[in-house]
């Protein structure tokens, strides 16, 4: 197992103190799960799931006549 050194401000360190004692975890391993979280190459299930969901929800492939037209824009 290898290990890091992190360097906190004090009001960080204890926002870490904080959520650690919350979750009954140690330091140590409240961070490791954080890093788990977010760094992450996947997304997560309950995202996944709303996919296809919403019925009505438009997508540019559907209708590109329906997007906006672009503004014209100003030149220098």
Known sequence: MSQITLYLDDATQALVDQAARA??????RWVADIIRKYAAHEWPQDCL????RFADFPLREDNPSAQPTDVPRLSF
Do not use: D, F, V, Y
């Open 23 to 28: 979750h009954g975890l140690s330091k140590s």
């Open 49 to 52: 799931a709303l996919a296809g």
